[in-house]
C-alpha cells in the first residue's frame, strides 16, 4: 500500500509553537523549488521564515492553518484578514509531503475561512515557474489576472520633475485610502497605518496633492498612484528595494520598460490571481507578494 493511501492529512489552527518546525518547512519548500528552477529564493534565510511564521502565527490579523500528516507537521497556510479583500500566503508543504494532497487541504481550509467571513474577494501571488501551484490555484477556482515581475536593484534616475517624496504621516491616511478605493475599489488602512508606525511608508505629492504612496517598496509592500509619473517617483526615491524585490504589472509595459532603462533587472516572473470580486485597476500600482 502506498503512503498516499496509508497517510492521513489533517488540518488544525496554527499556533506560535508551529512556527520554529513551519518555518524550516517554509524554508526548505521555497529553497528546493526555486533551486530546482534556477532561481534565487525568496526567503535568504531559515531565521527569516521562522520569524515572518512566528509573527502571522501570534497575530489576530491572519487566519493561520497547518497540516499534519499522521500527526507530524507537514506544512501551513496563512490568511491576511486586515482588508475586505482577503491576501494568500506563504502556503509551503514540506518536500517529502507532496501528492498527498496537503496542499489542496491547506488551500481549501483558507477560503472556506474566507467565505464564512463573507470575505469578497481572496488574491494571492505565485511563481509563474511553479507548475504545481498554478494548477492547484486554477483547479481551486483562481483566475490569473496579472503577470508580474520582481524587479531588484537601484534607479539611476533619483527624482522625478514636479514630483515630492516624503514619509507618510498618519495625517496622510484619509487621503491614501481615497486613492486606493478609487484605484482597486477597497482601501489596505490597516498595512498602511501599520507602515507608517514602521516608518516605511512614503507618498508622493504633486502641487501640494497626494498622488501616490507606499507601504513599503518591498517584497510584502503594495504600492498605488493616480500615474505611472507617482509610481516612478516612489520606486527611484528608494535607496534598496527590501526583500526579493518590487512586482511590477508586466502588462504596464510604460512603466516596466522605465524601470529596465533606468538599471532595475528582473528576479523572476510571477502571477497575481484571484477568486470573487476583482476590479481592473484604474490607475499605476505594485501588490505585495499577498496581493
Known sequence: ????????????????DDASICGRICYDAFSTIS?????????????ITTGLLSMMFSSPEFYCVVAEV??????SNVLDERSAIRGLGPITIDPSAQNLGVGRKLMQAVMDRANERGAP???????????????LYASLGFTVREPLSC?????????????????????????????????????????????IDQGTARVVERSGRVTGYTTHLAFFGHSTAETNV????????????GGSGILVPSRN???????????????????????????????????????
Open 253 to 291: 509595459s510604460v512603466l516596466l520598460r522605465w524601470c529596465l532603462e533606468t538599471g532595475l533587472r528582473v528576479v523572476q516572473p510571477m502571477t497575481l490571481m484571484s477568486a470573487g470580486l476583482y476590479n481592473e485597476p484604474a490607475g499605476a500600482w505594485l501588490p505585495s507578494v499577498l496581493f
Open 1 to 16: 500500500m502506498s503512503r498516499k493511501t496509508q497517510s492521513k492529512v489533517s488540518v488544525r489552527p496554527a499556533t506560535p
Open 230 to 241: 507617482d509610481l516612478q517617483s516612489l520606486i527611484a526615491s528608494a535607496e534598496s528595494f
Open 121 to 135: 474577494g481572496i488574491r494571492l501571488v505565485q511563481a509563474a515557474f511553479h507548475n504545481r501551484s498554478l494548477s
Open 151 to 195: 524587479m531588484q536593484g537601484r534607479t539611476l534616475e533619483r527624482s522625478i520633475p514636479g514630483c515630492e517624496v516624503r514619509p507618510a504621516e498618519p495625517a496622510d491616511q484619509n487621503s491614501c485610502n481615497v486613492l486606493s478605493r478609487r484605484v482597486h475599489g477597497f482601501e489596505r488602512g490597516v498595512e498602511l497605518a501599520q507602515a
Open 35 to 47: 533551486s530546482a528552477h534556477g532561481f534565487p529564493c525568496d526567503f535568504p534565510g531559515l531565521e
Open 70 to 75: 499522521d500527526g507530524q507537521l507537514m506544512g
